[in-house]
C-alpha cells in the first residue's frame, strides 16, 4: 500500500503557551477529504501551517507521500502541496490573470517566464471559479469574494497532490460556497487529491468531508469519520454551545442546529 499524500506521527504543535495538538497521530490518503474544527482561537490555522511545512512543531514529524517535511525542498514542497491562506494579500498591482498565474512558479525554472500552456491552466483555472471574464481586471478592484476566489484559482493553477484550505469559504456567498466545495470534492474523486480543509459549518464538513480532525483546546484532539464523529453532545462541547440534531427525510445526513 503506498505512503499516504499527509502523515503525522506523534505531532505536538503550541504557539506561545497555547497547545494546539498533543501527540497526534494523522493520516490522509488520496482522494480523501479532512475537514478541520474548532472553535476561534484554537490554532487551527497554525495547524494546517505545520502540516503545511511552515511551522516547525515541538514534537513529531510531518511526512508528504512518504517524505519529512523538512527533508523536501522548496520546489518540490510547493509542488507537492498547496496553501490557501486565510487572508489574501496583494502587494505589488496585477490583474487576475497575472496573480493566478503565481501558481505556475513551482513548474517553472529560476529564469523562466509562464508560456502558453501556463497560461491556458490558469485561464482554466478561473474559468472553474467563474471568473474568466475578470482575467484581465486589477486585482484591487474585486470584492472580498472575488478575490477568494482568485485565491482559490491559483492553487487549481499550482496543480498539487495536497491542497490545505485555511477558510475557503470566506467572503463567499452561499452559491460559491457550494460551487467551491463541489469543485474540490470533484478534485478528490477523479484526481485523487487529498483535501484538508478549515471548515466553521458543521453541517458542510457532513456533506462535504470524509473525515474530522476536532480541536478542542489545549491540545485535546478528536477524528474519525464524519457520521461518527460528529453528534450533539461532541459538538456542544467543541463549540461550547448546546446542538441539536434534526433528522432530515430525503437527505443524506442530519442537520445540526444551535438551540
Not at 501527540?23 to 501551517?49: F, M
Not at 507521500?65 to 507537492?80: F, H, I, M, S, Y
Request: hydrophobic content about 50%; aromatic content about 4%; charged content about 20%.
Amino acid at each position: 500500500m503506498s505512503a499516504p499524500l499527509l502523515a503525522a506521527r506523534g505531532l505536538a504543535v503550541r504557539i506561545g503557551r497555547l497547545t494546539i495538538v498533543d501527540g497526534l497521530d494523522l493520516a490522509v490518503h488520496r482522494g480523501e477529504r479532512l475537514a478541520i474544527l474548532g472553535r476561534n482561537g484554537v490554532g487551527k490555522s497554525t495547524l494546517l501551517h505545520t502540516l503545511a511545512g511552515l511551522h516547525k512543531p515541538v514534537d513529531g514529524t510531518v511526512e508528504l507521500d512518504g517524505t519529512p517535511v523538512e527533508a523536501l525542498g522548496g520546489r518540490a514542497l510547493a509542488q507537492l502541496r498547496g496553501l490557501l491562506a486565510q487572508h489574501q494579500t496583494d502587494a505589488f498591482p496585477a490583474t487576475v490573470l497575472e496573480t493566478a498565474l503565481v501558481g505556475r512558479h513551482p513548474h517553472l525554472s529560476r529564469w523562466d517566464w509562464e508560456g502558453a500552456r501556463d497560461e491556458r491552466i490558469a485561464r482554466e483555472a478561473l474559468a472553474a471559479l467563474g471568473l474568466a471574464e475578470l482575467a484581465d481586471r486589477d486585482i484591487g478592484r474585486l470584492s472580498g469574494g472575488e478575490r477568494q476566489r482568485v485565491g482559490i484559482a491559483a492553487l487549481l493553477a499550482q496543480q498539487p497532490r495536497l491542497c490545505l484550505l485555511d477558510e475557503p469559504l470566506a467572503h463567499l456567498d452561499l452559491n460559491h460556497q457550494i460551487a467551491v466545495l463541489e469543485l474540490f470534492g470533484r478534485l478528490a474523486r477523479e484526481q485523487h487529491v487529498g483535501i484538508v480543509m478549515v471548515l466553521h459549518d458543521v453541517n458542510l464538513a457532513l456533506r462535504y468531508a470524509d473525515r474530522v480532525l476536532l480541536l478542542f483546546g489545549d491540545g485535546v484532539h478528536a477524528a474519525g469519520p464524519v457520521a461518527e464523529a460528529l453528534d450533539e453532545a461532541i459538538l456542544a462541547r467543541l463549540y461550547g454551545h448546546p446542538m441539536r440534531r434534526l433528522a432530515t427525510a430525503g437527505f443524506a445526513h442530519p442537520i445540526f442546529v444551535a438551540e
